[in-house]
């Protein structure tokens, strides 16, 4: 099965995507993740890019849906299928040739849906430390998970300061939904 791998390598190769489109869809990303800020949601924006073009985007929507899973890549997500439905397109086929770029490293639960869709590319901006499943809590997305889709690759760090800034601004709020705090012993 060596030569399947070697194929699946040079595949992901083909999508590492160019600076100039890093900082195009990224610029995208932050748009949508200041809206999430101004909506009260934990600022993450993110879009889906098949052929150059955007075939999902979505930010944070937990508070405004009341759904925990409501993450940005999750509203994308839901996008890209629903447009390969609609356009007959096979959902595996556009998959394997998109790229998410994304204000924030994927959480756990967000990477491992991305494997099993087989998404090739992740763009992010800043580490998520508190549920980051790309190396900061968990490395979902190259974890040897013969089960569970296949890995991919991280471009990390564009404009990662900002990312955090946004971060820090959200959870210094007052947040009316959030639970009391416990205290931690860390
Ligand atoms: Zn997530």
Redesign the pocket.
């Known amino acids: 099965m060596e030569t399947q791998g070697e194929i699946k390598a040079t595949s992901a190769e083909t999508f590492y995507p160019r600076d100039e489109d890093i900082e195009k869809w990224m610029a995208n990303a932050f748009d949508m993740a200041k809206d999430a800020l101004e909506n009260g949601e934990v600022p993450v924006g993110c879009l889906m890019v098949y052929n150059d073009e955007v075939v999902g985007r979505g930010r944070n929507e937990v508070n405004e849906t009341k759904n925990a899973t409501r993450?940005a890549?999750?509203v994308a997500l839901d996008q890209l299928l629903d447009r390969c439905r609609h356009s007959n397109l096979d959902v595996r086929s556009v998959c394997e040739r998109t790229a998410l770029y994304v204000t924030v490293e994927?959480?756990i639960?967000?990477a491992a849906a991305l494997r099993l869709l087989n998404i090739p590319v992740v763009v992010y901006g800043c580490r998520n430390e508190r549920f980051g499943g790309c190396g900061s809590v968990l490395d979902v997305s190259s974890a040897d998970l013969p089960q569970t889709g296949n890995t991919f690759k991280c471009v990390s760090g564009h404009r990662a300061q900002e990312a955090v800034e946004m971060l820090k601004t959200f959870y210094k709020q007052e947040n009316p939904n959030a639970p009391k705090p416990k205290t931690r012993k860390d």
């Open positions: 993450h890549e999750m994927p959480c639960m967000c």
